[in-house]
T-cell receptor, first 113, second 114 residues
């Protein structure tokens, strides 16, 4: 089966600009996660969706980050405006349900200059 | 809240030597525990997971880990390192209270020398 697809793979933007990342989970996977991985650290959960509803967004900086999963399939993560400290790899993962194996995409590497 | 601590940000072993990567967890409820591997510019790949069945868990590529509740540990081992094992390894914990979302450690970079 096809894996989790993310685009773009790389993005360079100036601070205060906006950026959006896209994720297409594995077909049939109800649960979708966005993680932020800063260089040298482990991934940190930003938001978890179950179908098109939000399960947990407690660590999402809502003043600048937003995410949606319309129709419970694809998801978009947006940052507006970006800060230098947002430079990281943004990983999308999906699982069939909440307590089954999560499969990760290759990530989007964001550099804010 | 649940968390994991990975001891040693960098581990170096010789090819053919034992690999031991350490992970300790903290959780007030029964945890699920995982080891993931990440190769450069790649996403994370699941090596193995503990979900309250057998305490000794075997994974892919010859890795295994043992859940020790008394020591709150879930160390990853491989009897004989291969050059292709060089990568970043992450221990993670999930619990029902947090919707089973993965909570990762900071990672251990494994270097395998000839």
């Amino acid at each position: 089966e096809a894996g989790v697809a993310q685009s773009p793979r790389y993005k360079i933007i100036e601070k205060r600009q906006s950026v959006a990342f896209w994720c297409n989970p594995i077909s049939g996977h109800a649960t979708l996660y966005w993680y932020q991985q800063i260089l040298g650290q482990g991934p940190k959960l930003l938001i978890q969706f179950q179908n098109n509803g939000v399960v947990d967004d407690s660590q999402l900086p809502k003043d600048r980050f937003s995410a949606e999963r319309l129709k419970g399939v694809d998801s978009t993560l947006k940052i507006q405006p970006a800060k230098l400290e947002d430079s990281a790899v943004y990983l999308c993962a999906s699982s069939r349900t909440t307590n089954t194996e999560a499969f990760f995409g290759q990530g989007t590497r964001l550099t804010v200059v | 809240a649940q968390s994991v601590t990975q001891l040693g940000s960098h581990v170096s072993v010789s090819e053919g030597a034992l690999v031991l990567l350490r992970c300790n967890y903290s959780s007030s409820v029964p945890p699920y525990l995982f080891w993931y591997v990440q190769y450069p510019n790649q996403g994370l790949q699941l090596l193995l997971k503990y979900t309250s069945a057998a305490t000794l868990v075997k994974g892919i590529n010859g890795f295994e880990a043992e859940f020790k509740k008394s020591e709150t540990s879930f160390h990853l081992t491989k009897p004989s390192a291969h050059m292709s094992d060089a990568a970043e390894y992450f221990c993670a914990v999930s619990v029902v209270d947090s919707g089973y979302a993965l909570n990762f450690g900071k990672g251990t970079s494994l270097l395998v020398t000839p």
